[in-house]
């Protein structure tokens, strides 16, 4: 199994953002986590597409957006346009998940359909043979720093047999609540791709901590 870390930039410093995606890529990140909240679809306001291209040629790492904004549609082109490489959104923001996920494929991205902690998995029953990554959510979107729902562990198992019977390379992600002492826990459900966003920029050497996941990773 190949595993994944996503710092998501939500817990860096904006101020600085460039340096800071510089920084997780010299520390052994293998993606950019960029979390696009509205006031809408969720109680928080974050960046867009202006702040994607204005990181983008600071890093090589692909950017994996994640849209938490309501309507989904016409942001797609935008974040395409500005560099991202995947886009997921969450299927209670589009009124046509199928055109939404044709979208995203169409602009070049890989597209991913995002669960919140009570969204039901029969969304993946006539999408998953198009997605490139379903994103679980472990916390209920809005902010960083929460605490991980642990009910979520089943869901990311059964996410996982879905995606073996489907036999395609799907991604599992995992976003918040993700520590060096939980990450081999998620990992062992089922998950292969790890969003961190508290538990990276919070810390004091952001390669020591990628490494400190990796090695909990190592004992799966
Ligand atoms: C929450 C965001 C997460 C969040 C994760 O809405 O989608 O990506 O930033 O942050 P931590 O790792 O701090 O829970
Ligand atoms: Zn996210």
């Known amino acids: 199994m190949t595993f994944r870390i996503a710092p998501s930039i939500l817990s860096a410093d904006f101020a600085r953002l460039g340096e800071e995606v510089r920084a997780i890529e010299a520390a052994g990140a293998d993606l950019v986590h960029f979390d696009v909240m509205d006031n809408h679809y969720v ?12 990181i983008r040629p600071h890093v090589k790492l692909p950017i994996d ?20 490489n995947l886009i997921s959104f969450h299927p209670e923001a589009s009124e046509h998940v199928d055109r939404t996920i044709g979208l995203i494929r169409e602009c070049g991205c890989k597209a991913g359909l995002a669960f919140n902690p009570a969204t039901p998995l029969n969304h993946l029953d006539h999408t998953l043979e198009k997605l490139d990554l379903v994103l679980l959510m472990s916390v209920n979107p809005g902010f960083g720093g929460q605490q991980f729902i642990a009910s979520v562990l089943v869901k990311i198992a059964e996410v996982r047999r879905r995606i073996a019977r489907c036999g395609r390379d799907v991604w599992l992600e995992v976003d918040g609540g993700i520590k060096t002492d939980n990450i081999a826990a998620v990992a062992a459900a089922g998950a292969d791709t790890f969003v961190a966003g508290s538990a990276i920029f919070g810390s004091a050497d952001y390669r020591a901590t990628i490494r400190e996941m990796r090695a909990r990773l190592a004992m799966v």
Do not use: E, Y
């Open 43 to 54: 109680p928080n306001l974050t960046v867009g597409p202006l702040v994607c291209s204005a």
């Open 65 to 84: 957006v994640h849209l938490m904004v309501k309507p989904v549609d016409r942001l797609v082109a935008d974040f395409a346009k500005a560099g991202a």
